[in-house]
C-alpha cells in the first residue's frame, strides 16, 4: 500500500485543520489506519489510530477532545481533524497503515506503509 497526505499549513493557536491520507495499491480495509507526528528534536509520537471498518478510535491524551480521526474505506481515506491547535502540536504529521492494529498502542513495529508526511505550524 502507498500513502499520499494533503492538508496541514500554518495557522494561529485555537485554529483548526484537516489532513488526509489517500491510499492506493492495496483493499484500505485490510489496515488499521494511525497518525504519528515528529516535532523537531523529539521522537515521533502517536497521535491517533483508527480501526479498519472505522467503528472504534484511540488517542493520544492530549489531542483528546480536539482531534478527531475517520476513514471512508470507499475512498481509501482516512482523515484528522484538529481543533483548538495548541502550539506544541507543531509537527510534521505522518499516516500510518498497519494491518495488526498494533498503532492503536502506539507501536510502529508492524506498520507496512507511511505517508510522507505534512508539516502542522501552530503559531502562539
Known amino acids: 500500500v502507498q500513502l499520499v497526505e494533503s492538508g496541514g499549513g500554518l495557522v494561529q493557536a485555537g485554529g483548526s485543520l484537516s489532513l488526509s491520507c489517500t491510499a492506493s495499491g492495496e483493499t484500505f480495509s485490510r489496515y488499521c489506519a494511525g497518525w504519528f507526528r515528529q516535532a523537531p528534536g523529539k521522537e515521533r509520537e502517536f497521535v491517533a489510530a483508527i480501526a479498519w471498518a472505522g467503528h472504534t478510535t484511540w488517542y493520544l491524551d492530549s489531542v483528546k477532545g480536539r482531534f478527531t480521526v475517520s476513514r471512508e474505506n470507499d475512498k481509501n481515506t482516512v482523515s484528522l481533524e484538529m481543533n483548538g491547535l495548541k502550539p506544541e502540536d507543531t509537527a510534521v504529521y505522518f499516516c500510518?497503515?498497519?494491518?495488526?492494529?498494533?498503532?492503536?498502542?502506539?507501536?510502529?513495529?508492524?506498520?507496512?506503509?507511511w505517508g510522507q508526511g505534512t508539516l502542522v505550524t501552530v503559531s502562539s
Open positions: 500510518a497503515a498497519d494491518p495488526s492494529g498494533s498503532v492503536a498502542d502506539g507501536s510502529t513495529a508492524n506498520v507496512e506503509a
